[in-house]
């Protein structure tokens, strides 16, 4: 069995989510996957980089969540699901690139129901990031140039999105604390505590599995 840990990350808009989890991976030395996964999963699937943009942490429809179960359940591949509708194909290839992921290196991946795919993972380590509204309107403005009520908006609606697709594709709920391991509120700690908060956290559990 693989004794190297994975860490997810779960994130609000504007929280530094994805920051933290780059700098988290260069104190561990290890990768940090983000986009890179979507380039990744094309390579290992056969389907376009372009495709997986497109489709990128946005719900479909009610029922794949239970499609994905009895996929998953029977161990079908990439090859046993291709008469599937184009995007049921494009997370099922995610989530076995997920999963092989984690089999091969220790690696911090952001977003994704990643956790969801490595629940049966023992050295997987769950995260979410939070911050404060005010907070996160204010990077958002700094980052994207614009005003506090397009910040606002882009807040509100990215992280609808991204709780539609996690509470789709998942048994959990996006955002309540008893689906991950630790939850982190970066305007209490800044992206530097955090990285610290969880780099701790990661040594302990591990610790816990020698």
């Known amino acids: 069995m693989n004794n190297h840990p994975v860490i997810t990350i779960g994130r609000q808009c504007g929280s ?7 700098k988290l991976a260069e104190e561990l030395g290890i990768k940090c996957y983000d986009k890179e996964l979507l380039a990744l999963a094309s390579k290992n699937s056969g389907f376009s980089e372009e495709l997986f943009q497109s489709h990128d942490e946005k719900p479909t429809n009610s029922f794949l969540y239970s499609l994905v179960m009895d996929t998953h359940s029977l161990g079908f591949t990439t090859s046993g699901y291709m008469d599937m509708p184009i995007n049921h194909k494009l ?9 092989k992921l ?8 952001v977003g994704r129901c990643a956790d969801y795919a490595l629940s049966e993972y023992p050295n997987l380590i769950s995260v979410f990031i939070s911050a404060k509204d005010e907070d996160k309107i204010q990077l958002l403005k700094e980052r994207n140039q614009i005003d506090d009520t397009k910040a606002k908006d882009l807040m509100v ?8 697709y996690y509470n789709y594709y998942s048994s959990k709920k996006w955002g309540d604390v008893r689906s991950y391991d630790l939850c982190v509120n970066s ?16 040594e302990e559990k591990m610790s816990q599995l020698k």
């Open 187 to 202: 305007s209490s700690v800044g992206v530097d505590g955090a990285v610290r908060v969880i780099k701790r956290f990661v």
């Open 91 to 99: 997370f099922l290839a995610q989530f076995e690139t997920i999963k």
């Open 157 to 164: 609606k990215t992280d609808k999105r991204r709780s539609s």
């Open 16 to 22: 530094s989510g994805k920051i933290i989890g780059q």
């Open 102 to 109: 984690a089999m091969e290196e220790p690696c911090v991946i």
